[in-house]
């Protein structure tokens, strides 16, 4: 069972190293920004550092080198995104990266790291939350890299089941969050792509 759950640890640190990589790495080629929030991207940036100091704090190593590559490429997406988009998604990244970040700051000096854990995950949630609401609120995705999502649901689902396993109420707070949302992206991915073949059909059918 221990080299299971080592096993997933290591799958799971290479999946959410890599999972900003495709928006990364898409924006940075393309510089098309369309369904991508930047307030996503500033929840991302700040919720990845706490990941950071919460594995240093409770002595999570599996966490550490995940959460340093992710703040890495998820800041490069934020940077992709100024100079795609401009001061328009400033505010979006200040929000993201503030408001939201600030969170589990008052829950760690009252509680202790244990509660603000708890919090952690849940703000994963919250870093999840407005790429979803913004690929829900328009059909122009053509900035989103699927890809991400993919690896985003599995993440959620490997933390998930360690958190189970060790009994970490943060883990599994954010493996449920990420799970949950990451299958909404990819939904909403696949019916967008869905009624764009509904609409080419007919056209195909005069042809």
């Given amino acids: 069972m221990t080299v299971l759950i080592i096993t ?22 393309t510089g098309n920004a369309e369904g991508v929030s930047p307030i996503w991207a500033g929840v991302s940036v700040s919720m990845n550092l706490w990941w950071l100091a919460y594995g240093l704090g409770k002595g999570l190593w599996g966490l550490v080198p995940t959460s340093l590559i992710a703040t890495v490429l998820y800041g490069i997406i934020a940077a992709a995104m100024l100079r795609s988009v401009g001061r328009r998604a400033l505010a979006g990244l200040a929000v993201g990266g ?69 009994v970490d109420g943060a883990l599994l707070v954010g493996g449920i969050s990420g799970v949950v949302l990451s299958s909404l992206m990819l939904v909403r991915l696949w019916m967008v792509d869905e009624l764009r073949a509904v609409v080419r059909r007919p056209v195909r059918a005069s042809l």
Avoid: H
């Fill in 8 to 29: 997933l640890v290591v799958i799971a640190n290479v999946l959410a190293s890599a999972m900003a990589y495709p928006q990364a790495a898409k924006l940075v080629r």
């Fill in 98 to 166: 503030l408001v939201f970040g600030l969170t589990p700051l008052p829950v760690l000096f009252v509680a202790g790291w244990q509660a603000a854990g708890v919090t952690i995950g849940l703000c994963y949630g919250l870093q999840l939350t407005p790429a979803v609401l913004a690929a829900w609120r328009t059909r122009q995705l053509g900035g989103v890299a699927p890809g991400t999502w993919f690896m985003a649901w599995l993440e959620g689902a490997i933390w998930g089941i360690y958190g189970l396993y060790v």
